[in-house]
């Protein structure tokens, strides 16, 4: 195993049957055989002036080399203030070079505040889709309303993205992606796992994570969510590798190799999402969080709980995921996962909001899940309770207004109260799942969950689906919406609704 996964990395090989390219031009201006924008198009990081608006010429999502030569190519890109583009505000021209997998993302500025616009890319005789985006209001505007919707996990394996067809015609202001975009690992070992394949490889250099983007990306009803509003992502293990933290995963690979493995994974992401220049990467190093505000009703701030993680401690029992509630190590005041830097930066974004709605986008729940059998896990926040301290600490000692807590990573939609220690007062709110298609869990087996751990209000893990988020000065509803993730057609129905009223923290059903 170390040997095939070190000679790969070095070596950066190919890991499935090459496609011939069928991109016919070799320079910048001519025509191109066949459609470029078979991965669609994307906006993100909305600001009260601009956005960042992002495509990857791809002709063949199949192709290790996405059917592309590797010449740079011109690619013309135009904003308007409607969906007809007849009234264009901005446009201009960007390469797509070969050295970031032909990806494009512009950052366009001089926009008005608070309104959408809709936009489009050309290239070689080619138009992409039309895609509708939106600018942020301006910094202490009095905004009245706005709708997130939320989600991750989507392993293609595992089922359809019905929920991003459901999701996109909710017309959501922001699309907040909270990890696991792809799944870097071989197809699973059980047939009837499979409900679509795709190559049954583990990504391990940039080639691949490559094609493992374009591979999910041609999915239509994917591509219908990222072309329906501004997306704001943060990732989670299966963007790089399987429970990894810091500098180090499961498989057996050095550090000096799994750091390799971790620049090309990040490499691949920023490619592949509308992210900032200020996101690429450098190396195995890619700044992600960040914070977003809308006016005054709300403050995002997008958390990374994987690059500067500790690694995982108390590993002495069973398979090294389940850990000892009371292991010493577990406990340590120092212990981080988010580390140090990040923390002060939060402990900043927490204490100096004037928010009327503070929401933490963060990969997984945040609140303790005890196991039945007195154990936690050790790769979500139960392995670093040191730091969920700090920022429950924080939310209450700076009188941060309505603190509320979106997850993923779990494949159930859990909502919860959370206080410290699990007794006292309830600080903030959580709200997680679920996931788009990756395999939850019976709710048969969540039942002796949620006896031993009451401030979980709810779960469901048999639905697949997304949370929306609906905002006003006076209230947030969040409404789980649930799918059937192995039907491509599936229905939308809400599992459950909740509200949280200005200045009540707690689960309430609506
Ligand atoms: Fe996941």
Redesign the pocket.
């Known amino acids: 195993m170390v040997v095939r996964l070190s000679r790969r990395l070095l070596l950066g090989g190919a890991v499935a049957s090459v496609a011939p390219a069928i991109w016919t031009s070799a320079g910048a201006q001519g025509r191109l055989a066949a459609d470029p924008f078979r991965v669609g198009v994307a906006s993100g990081e909305p600001l009260p002036d601009g956005v960042v608006l992002w495509t990857r010429l791809v002709t063949n999502p199949q192709a290790m080399d996405a059917g592309m030569a590797p010449a740079p190519v011109a690619v013309r890109w135009e904003v308007a203030e409607d969906p007809g583009l007849t009234r264009i505000v901005r446009r201009g021209e960007e390469t797509a070079r070969a050295n970031t997998g032909h990806a494009v993302h512009v950052e366009v500025s001089g926009l008005k505040p608070d309104r959408e616009y809709w936009y489009r890319f050309s290239t070689g005789g080619h138009a992409s889709a039309i895609g509708r985006t939106r600018t942020a209001p301006e910094p202490g505007a009095d905004v009245q309303r706005l709708r997130i919707a939320y989600s ?2 989507q ?1 293609w394996e595992a089922g359809y993205y019905a929920a991003h067809r459901h999701l996109a015609a909710d017309n959501p202001d922001l699309v907040l992606f909270l ?2 975009y792809i ?1 870097e690992k071989k197809l699973s070992r059980e047939p009837e796992g499979i409900v679509r394949p795709h190559p049954d490889v583990d990504c391990l250099d940039l080639a691949s994570y490559r094609q493992r983007y374009a591979w999910y990306k041609a999915d239509p009803d994917l591509q219908a969510a990222h072309a329906a509003a501004p997306w704001i992502v943060t990732w ?1 293990d ?1 963007e790089v590798s399987n429970d990894y933290g810091g500098a180090a995963d499961r498989t057996p690979l050095t550090r000096d190799l799994f750091l390799k493995r971790r620049a090309a994974a990040y490499q691949a992401y920023w490619e592949n999402m509308p992210l900032r220049r200020s996101s690429r990467p450098k190396g195995p190093d890619m700044p992600l969080y960040r914070s977003l505000d809308w006016g005054r009703l709300a403050r995002l701030a997008v958390l990374d709980d994987r690059q500067y993680r500790d690694g995982r401690t108390c590993m002495s029992v069973e398979d090294g995921k389940r850990i000892p509630y009371d292991c010493p190590e577990r406990l340590d005041p120092k212990r981080s996962i988010l580390g140090g830097a990040q923390e002060r930066w939060l402990q900043g974004r927490l204490s100096d909001t004037k928010a009327r709605w503070n929401f933490l986008g963060q990969q997984t729940l945040l609140g303790e899940l005890r196991l039945e059998e007195g154990k936690v896990s050790n790769d979500g926040w139960d392995g670093y309770p040191a730091t969920r301290r700090k920022i429950l600490e924080t939310w209450r000692d700076a009188e941060v207004a309505n603190p509320i807590a979106l997850g ?2 779990v ?1 159930c939609f859990f909502a919860g109260d959370l206080s410290l220690d699990r007794k006292g007062p309830v600080i903030g709110t959580e709200f997680v799942g679920g ?1 788009i298609s ?1 395999l939850g869990r019976a709710n048969k087996s969540l039942a002796g969950a949620m006896l031993v751990n009451p401030h979980l209000k709810f779960a469901d893990g048999e639905a697949r689906g997304y949370g929306r988020v609906d905002l006003t000065p006076k209230a947030c509803t969040v409404t789980f919406r649930g799918v059937n993730g192995l039907d491509k057609g599936s229905a939308a129905r809400d599992l459950a609704t909740f509200v949280v009223e200005d200045g009540r923290a707690g689960v309430t059903r609506a």
């Open positions: 991750s996990c392993k990890g696991d799944y989670d299966h993923g990573d494949h996931s990756s």
